[in-house]
């Protein structure tokens, strides 16, 4: 097991386009995050999964955000209709929740660029 | 709230020196976790500690050590004769549960080890 995988590494698109990237967490770990993080900045909560339930969004989850984990494995996050705002590393976390012992393991991250 | 701050943005220390990161949490829970991560230049957030609520003892790894103090909502971080590999950006992190299952990250120190 070589830890958390993100796809792409780097992504740059146009205003307007749509986006997906891609994270392979560590396998069994049943907890999944989705992370954001902005250049001088500490990384931000956009939403969380166990399994495959999405439990907990951030308010800076807009509608053109949408996560998925479909059977509780990798996890898709897209964006639609892209805007400049959106430029930012994208990381994912997993983890494995055994009482309460948990902690975060993020991968290398994504890397966008809206021009 | 929950809030994490580092209120040291970039600190540069010649190698060898000794250097302290702060951090001061902010909950009202009475159950929560703090930790630390280092994020080297690769971009990818490594785990150093995590440290629950309850346990106030300071614990030491190698040359790494750690200061909680709840009085002073501190979780502080010592390096010991810091090298050049300790170079990277050091988050501290809260997470609360109770609330939210979110890790709340501070806004970073980057730390640079001169030779």
């Known amino acids: 097991d070589t830890g958390v995988s993100q796809n792409p590494r780097h992504k740059i698109t146009k205003r307007g386009q749509n986006v997906t990237f891609r994270c392979d967490p560590i396998?069994?770990?049943?907890?999944l995050y989705w992370y954001r993080q902005t250049l001088g900045q500490g990384p931000e909560f956009l939403t969380y999964f166990q399994n495959e339930a999405q439990l907990e969004k951030s308010r800076l989850l807009s509608d053109r955000f949408s996560a998925e984990r479909p059977k509780g494995s990798f996890s898709t996050l897209e964006i639609q209709r892209t805007e400049q705002g959106d430029s930012a590393m994208y990381l994912c976390a997993s983890s494995l929740v055994l009482s309460r012992q948990e902690k975060l393991f993020f991968g290398s991250g994504t890397q966008l660029s809206v021009l | 709230a929950q809030k994490v701050t580092q209120a040291q943005t970039e600190i540069s220390v010649v190698e060898k020196e000794d250097v302290t990161l702060d951090c001061v949490y902010e909950?009202?829970?009475?159950?929560?976790?703090l930790f630390w991560y280092k994020q080297p230049p690769s971009g990818e957030l490594v785990f150093l500690i995590r440290?629950?609520?309850?346990?106030?003892q300071n614990e030491i790894s190698g040359r790494y050590s750690w200061n909680f103090q709840k009085s002073t909502s501190s979780f502080n971080f010592t390096i010991t004769a810091s090298q050049v590999v300790d170079s990277a950006v050091y988050f501290c992190a809260l997470s609360t549960l109770k609330i939210s299952n979110q890790f709340y990250f501070g806004t970073g120190t980057s730390l640079t080890v001169i030779p």
């Open positions: 440290r629950n609520s309850f346990d106030e």
């Open positions: 909950t009202r829970d009475t159950t929560y976790y």
């Open positions: 396998s069994e770990h049943n907890r």
